[in-house]
Each structure stands twice: as C-alpha cells, then as structure tokens.
C-alpha cells in the first residue's frame, strides 16, 4: 500500500525565518496527486498545496512545493514563517478514485515572535 | 467551508445511538466518512460515489453509514464505546476526467463518550 512519511512532531520557528517540512512517499500506484493540508485549531484539513506534475513548483500563501518523483519528495518550504502560520500540517497522497487520501502523521509548526 | 454542512457539531453520549449527518452544495459525487482521533491524521471510514459504497475499512459494526441521495451522507451510531470519541469529518471530491483528486472537508462532528 502507500505510505506517508513527514517530518515529525513539533517544529519550532521564529516568526520571519524559513520553515520547510519534509514529506517523502512510498507507492507502487501512478499516483493522481500530492497535496499538503493544514488544520488549524479546532477547524477542518484545508488544502494548502496540490500538484501532479513531477519537477513544477507549486506556490499558495506564501508556501511552495515541488513534487520530485525522483527522490518521492514533496517538501513544504516558505521563506518567512508568520504567525499566523502556527497549525497542523499533513502531506497526503490519493492514487485513485476509488480510494480516500493517505496522510503522513502531520507536522505540528509553532511560530514565535 | 459552509459548504458542507454537517450536525451535530458536538454531542456527548453514555451507551447511546445517534446518527451524524452531512449534506454537500458542491456537486460532488463522492462523499466520505473519516475519523480523527487526538493528536492522529483523519483515517478513511467509508466512501461512497454515485451512492454506491466503494469502500469500507475496517471499523467497528456499531458504525453503519448510509447515502439517501448523491449529495446527503449520514453515519448511524450504536452502542459507542469509549474508544469512538474523536472528530468524524465528512468529505466530498468531484469525479471525472477533471480532477485533482482534492476532498473538501465539512467542520466535523465532535463525539465524546462518556
């Protein structure tokens, strides 16, 4: 079956430094699409990056991420954290229809001032 | 995402039944039941397309999902044991050539047995 691997439990960053998460895969399926979802607090996942296409950035609120199906890679990076950016992170991989998403365990990102 | 709406937002049951219920205005035809556990990603319960079930993991009996129309899904609750307190999200995808293959979340159920 698939797998998800992320960076784990807690990332601590200072409010305008870089933060980049690591997600690599695992999957014997043309695989239809990469995404990463953020959950905050007490709210629902929401897709925050999506791709399909090997070697393309991927770019959305100031996040970027390019799928490398060489390495089975999909690194979350942004350049300057906010704080705004504290929430729950998840890769997450889908490979056919008839199948729901397989997420990573998450990464948790704490940004302070 | 008001766009998927589902009720309860919260309950608390002793040995109970009780049904949770989600309704999409996105047009979609597959409709989904995930369950997340504190600290845990959501895992896939059920998924419907075209109201036909095409999936069903490995959860407990008590759990019995039904589809009455294409954008309508509820979870039948029995007898909850301790174990079943979590978020329960409903979702929804489109299907069909065009497809990113993104689910839409509703805000989620949160059931805690007593």
């Known amino acids: 079956g698939d797998s998800v691997t992320q960076t784990e439990g807690l990332v601590t960053v200072t409010e305008g430094l870089p933060v980049k998460l690591n997600c690599t895969y695992q999957t014997t399926y043309l695989t239809i699409a990469f995404f990463w979802y953020v959950q905050y607090l007490n709210e629902a996942p929401q897709v925050l990056l999506k791709s399909s296409t090997d070697n393309k950035r991927t770019e959305h609120q100031g996040f970027h991420a390019t799928l490398h199906k060489s390495s089975s890679s999909f690194h979350l990076q942004k350049s300057s954290a906010q704080l705004s950016d504290s929430a729950l992170y998840y890769c997450?991989?889908?490979?056919?229809?008839?199948?729901?998403?397989?997420f990573g365990l998450g990464t948790r990102v704490s940004v302070f001032p | 995402n008001t766009k998927i709406t589902q009720s309860p937002r919260y309950l608390i049951l002793g040995r109970a039944n009780k049904s949770l219920e989600c309704e999409q205005h996105?047009?979609?035809?597959?409709m989904y039941w995930y369950k997340q556990s504190a600290e845990k990603p959501p895992e896939l319960m059920f998924l419907y397309n075209l109201k036909q079930l095409i999936r069903n993991e490995t959860v407990p009996s008590r759990f019995i999902p039904e589809c009455p129309d294409s954008s309508k899904l509820l979870l039948h609750i029995s007898a909850v044991d301790p174990e079943d307190s979590a978020v329960y999200f409903c979702a929804s995808s489109p299907t069909g050539v065009i497809n990113t293959g993104q689910l839409y979340f509703g805000e989620g159920s949160k059931l805690t047995v007593l």
């Open positions: 996105l047009g979609h035809n597959a």
């Open positions: 997450a991989l889908r490979n056919n229809y008839a199948q729901g998403l397989t």
